[in-house]
C-alpha cells in the first residue's frame, strides 16, 4: 500500500484577502475577535497540494520551486499575510486612541486650557504692574521738578496719591521727600512724624529744634538732638547731640577786635579746637557708650579721618581718591550724593 502523508494546507492568499476586506467595516471592537475564524478560514480554504515521492528516501516536495528558489503561491501569501497584520496593527493603535481620547482627553483638554488661562493672566499681570511702575514714576519726577521750582504745596499734592497708593519703593521716596519739604516749611515735627511713618527706627537732624526729638520720645523711638544737649526734651529716648561750644569762638574774635586785627573769615572748628563737643552717650548699653567715647576721642585726636577715600557719587563717578582726605573746602562745595543714596541735587 503506498504511504499516506499528512500536511497542513498551506493557506491560499485571495480568501484571506476577500475576508479581510469584508470585516473591515465591522466596529474596532470585533475586530480582534474575527481573527481567529479567519485564521481558521484560511487553513480550511483549499485543498492541499499533491504531494510528490521523489525518491526512496521519503523526501517530499510540497510545490515546485520556482527558478528563483522561492515557490510562487508561498511569495503571494506571504504579502497577503503581512498586509492583513499590518490592517490588524492599524486597528488596534485605532483603538488605542480613541479610548485613550475617550479616557484621558478631557483632563488633558482641561490642563491645558488652564494652563493657558494661567499664563495670559501672568503676562497681564506683569505687563500691567510695569504700566503701573512707569506711571508712578512719572508722577514722582514731575513733584520733583515741581520742588526745584520751589512749589513746595503743588509737589506735596502731585505725591500724595503715591504716599497711599504707590508700590512701597515709590512710597519710602515719596515719605523721605515730604519730610524734606516739612522741614524746609519749618515744620521739623512733620518731617519727623514722616519718617516715622516709614517706619524709621532712630531719628537723627540737623536743625536747632527739638521738635524733631520730641516727635520720636512720643513714639518711643531713640534720637539724636542738634546743636545743644536737648535731654531735658526727652530724657528717655536722647542718645546724645552735637553741642556747639561758641564761648572760645566769641572770646578769639572779639580779643581780635579789640586788637585790631579782626579779618572777616570762615571758621572750621571740629572737636579738637573746643568749639565742638558731645554731651553723653546715654540710653544705651555701656559697651555702646564707651565704643562712642573712643570713636570721638580717635576723631579729635586725627587717628580717625572720617572722609577718607576711596568715595564715589552715586552715579559711579569717583570722587575722592583711595586714602585721600576730604579737607574743608571740597566739605563745603560737596554738591553731590555719596554712592547708595538715591536722588539728584537741583
Not at 184 to 213: F, M, N, R, W
Amino acid at each position: 500500500m503506498p504511504p499516506r502523508w499528512g500536511c497542513l494546507p498551506f493557506p491560499s492568499a485571495a480568501p484571506a484577502r476577500a475576508s479581510a476586506e469584508a470585516r473591515r467595516g465591522q466596529r474596532s471592537s470585533n475586530r480582534l475577535n474575527w481573527l481567529g475564524p479567519l485564521l481558521n478560514s484560511r487553513i480550511r480554504a483549499d485543498p492541499p497540494p499533491p504531494l510528490t515521492r521523489r525518491s526512496e528516501s521519503a523526501a517530499l516536495a510540497l510545490t515546485p520551486k520556482s527558478t528563483a528558489g522561492t515557490p510562487p503561491a508561498t511569495g503571494k501569501d506571504a504579502a497577503a499575510q503581512e498586509t492583513f497584520l499590518r490592517e490588524v496593527d492599524d486597528a488596534l493603535r485605532e483603538d488605542q486612541l480613541r479610548n485613550l481620547i475617550v479616557k484621558r482627553g478631557r483632563p488633558i483638554l482641561a490642563l491645558v486650557a488652564g494652563g493657558l488661562v494661567g499664563l495670559a493672566g501672568w503676562l497681564w499681570y506683569i505687563d500691567h504692574k510695569r504700566s503701573v511702575s512707569d506711571t508712578q514714576g512719572e508722577t514722582f519726577v514731575t513733584a520733583l521738578d515741581q520742588l526745584q521750582a520751589n512749589r513746595n504745596e503743588t509737589a506735596k499734592q502731585s505725591m500724595a496719591p503715591l504716599a497711599k497708593d504707590g508700590n512701597p519703593g515709590y512710597r519710602a521716596a515719596v515719605q523721605i521727600t515730604q519730610a524734606g519739604i516739612a522741614q524746609q516749611l519749618g515744620k521739623e515735627a512733620d518731617a519727623a512724624k514722616a519718617l516715622l511713618a516709614q517706619g524709621a527706627d532712630v531719628i537723627t537732624q540737623h536743625t536747632d529744634s527739638p521738635a524733631p526729638l520730641q516727635a520720636a520720645a512720643g513714639r518711643g523711638i531713640k534720637a539724636f538732638g542738634q546743636s545743644t544737649d536737648m535731654a531735658k526734651f526727652a530724657s528717655t529716648t536722647q542718645l546724645t547731640a552735637s553741642v556747639d561750644e561758641w564761648g572760645p569762638y566769641y572770646i578769639k574774635r572779639i580779643g581780635d577786635v579789640l586788637a585790631g586785627k579782626w579779618t572777616s573769615t570762615d571758621t572750621w572748628g571740629g572737636f579738637d579746637s573746643g568749639l565742638l563737643g558731645m554731651s553723653p552717650f546715654t540710653n544705651m548699653p555701656a559697651d555702646v557708650a564707651a565704643l562712642a567715647a573712643a570713636t570721638a576721642a580717635d576723631i579729635k585726636s586725627g587717628k580717625n579721618k572720617v572722609f577718607v577715600g576711596p568715595l564715589f557719587d552715586n552715579t559711579g563717578a569717583s570722587k575722592l581718591a583711595a586714602g585721600a582726605v576730604m579737607d574743608d573746602g571740597a566739605l563745603s562745595g560737596m554738591q553731590w550724593l555719596l554712592k547708595g543714596i538715591e536722588g539728584k541735587l537741583g
